[in-house]
T-cell receptor
Framework: DGGITQSPKYLFRKEGQNVTLSCEQNLNHDAMYWYRQDPGQGLRLIYYSQIVNDFQKGDIAEGYSVSREKKESFPLTVTSAQKNPTAFYLC????????????FGQGTRLTVV | EDKVVQSPLSLVVHEGDTVTLNCSYEVTNFRSLLWYKQEKKAPTFLFMLTSSGIEKKSGRLSSILDKKELFSILNITATQTGDSAVYLCAVGGGAQKLVFGQGTRLTINP
């Protein structure tokens, strides 16, 4: 089945640790996105990528890093520099050109303990 | 800076009522406006609007875009408890960027 797979669904991290969230898509989409959602809030853009080996910062990129070595994969690393990382993280992808819908993964809930 | 603002942030109505959700935007190089429904985890796509004045309709849901006044509305008629969700508005602008609003949390009471 075509779609976007995020893993893990739940992740616990100790303060000071880096963690990496996985996002894989088999939709042959060019663009991929990472969003953060806090309780009762909308989605805020962390990073996005239009093509392989290229990505841009979104509105809240500080404390996060990404890579796009393959078209299918766009992992997000939450570094120890991110002061308040506990949140729900959503990955999305879309075809090239903004007149297409974005498809979402099921999300990863990250909790700092 | 690109901005998408939704209102109201929260809405509680009775089953059978009609609701109107609003989305206004300020985005560089507007290309499309999208509506999503989020119940538990992944938002699911409802509509994409690119042209002013053309209503998109799916069952009891409909939406329209006004590119002159920079807003869109999402209407839900004869609401049901299954319509309870967070409704998200997103705008596609320059550089393939998709910017979301804060969402409207809709609660339908039986």
């Amino acid at each position: 089945d075509g779609g976007i797979t995020q893993s893990p669904k739940y992740l616990f991290r100790k303060e000071g640790q880096n963690v990496t969230l996985s996002c894989e898509q088999n939709l042959n989409h060019d663009a991929m996105y990472w969003y953060r959602q806090d309780p009762g809030q909308g989605l805020r853009l962390i990073y996005y990528s239009q093509i392989v080996n290229d990505f841009q910062k979104g509105d809240i990129a500080e404390g996060y890093s990404v890579s796009r070595e393959k078209k299918e994969s766009f992992p997000l690393t939450v570094t120890s520099a991110q002061k308040n990382p506990t949140a729900f993280y959503l990955c999305a992808s879309s075809m090239w050109g903004a007149r297409t819908e974005a498809f979402f993964g099921q999300g990863t809930r990250l909790t700092v303990v | 800076e690109d901005k998408v603002v939704q209102s109201p942030l929260s809405l509680v109505v009775h089953e059978g009522d009609t609701v109107t959700l609003n989305c206004s935007y300020e985005v560089t190089n507007f290309r499309s406006l999208l509506w999503y429904k989020q119940e538990k985890k992944a938002p699911t796509f409802l509509f994409m609007l690119t042209s002013s004045g053309i209503e998109k309709k799916s069952g009891r849901l409909s939406s329209i875009l006004d590119k002159k006044e920079l807003f869109s509305i999402l209407n839900i008629t004869a609401t049901q408890t299954g319509d309870s969700a967070v409704y998200l508005c997103a705008v596609g602008g320059g550089a393939q960027k998709l910017v979301f609003g804060q969402g409207t949390r809709l609660t339908i009471n039986p």
